[in-house]
């Protein structure tokens, strides 16, 4: 007679390109109990076989962009509750389980992390200014008074997949916020530290990067929350 596996708390959705160096670090620092889903995005640096000798669950991920992972990472999640992190390093994933705690008690639907920089080389100063001038777009679009669109996020995970999010680039965080903020959801922001990443950005780390991050993102600002179907 065989029995299934437990379910877990809580998913933990880590998208990972070439994240060799970060991944001990970053698995090191699940909460006990949370199952960590590494996407694999095509790295050819051995990440998915080192994330499955440290215990990880490997999701492969074939089509490129920072989305796509985080999608096949919450597509493949089985528990109520699912969070998402970077796979740098540059974010202890042990923060989010405050962020766990006040979505189950009922208090917040999305609960995001604003990174504030604990040690020099935490983010370029140009990726830093996008997501201040980007906060202001969202504030005018949504009302909402956010500072970032971290990766550091908490929320049930039936209530993501109604959202029906599409943007599988960069645009994910940010239309996975405007859909909820449309939605009614209520949404809470907290502090965390923001450290120096293992390796090299896959995204915002050059200008180039950053400006078609900011691309990405205000092609999901334009939508209408009508187009998609989103309700108010």
């Not at 970060?22 to 080192?50: E, F």
């Not at 080389?121 to 669109?149: S, V, W, Y």
């Not at 209520?186 to 180039?208: C, F, M, N, Q």
Request: charged share 25%.
């Amino acid at each position: 007679m065989t029995t299934s596996p437990p379910s877990p708390d809580v998913d933990l959705v880590l998208p990972c390109l070439d994240e060799a160096g970060a991944l001990p670090w970053v698995l090191a620092r699940v909460p006990r109990g949370w199952r960590a889903l590494v996407v694999d995005n095509g790295s050819t640096d051995g990440s998915a076989d080192i994330a499955r000798a440290l215990g990880a669950t490997v999701v492969h991920e074939p089509r490129r962009g920072f989305g796509a992972a985080c999608h096949a990472g919450l597509t493949a999640a089985t528990a109520d509750i699912v969070c998402f992190c970077d796979c740098d390093a540059s974010l202890d994933p042990a923060l989010l389980a405050p962020f766990v705690g006040e979505v189950r008690a009922g208090e917040a639907d999305l609960v995001l992390g604003r990174r504030r920089p604990a040690a020099p080389g935490a983010g370029p100063p140009h990726a830093r200014g996008g997501h201040i001038a980007l906060a202001r777009i969202l504030r005018r679009r949504t009302g909402l008074r956010l500072h970032d669109l971290g990766p550091l996020r908490a929320a049930r995970r039936q209530a993501l997949l109604a959202l029906d999010l599409t943007d599988r680039r960069s645009g994910y965080p940010l239309q996975m916020v405007v859909r909820a903020a449309d939605a009614g959801w209520r949404i809470a922001e907290h502090d965390v530290p923001y450290l120096p990443r293992t390796g090299s950005s896959k995204v915002t780390g050059t200008w180039r990067g950053t400006w078609q991050a900011m691309r990405d993102m205000r092609r999901v600002l334009a939508e209408s929350p009508t187009e998609e179907g989103v309700p108010r």
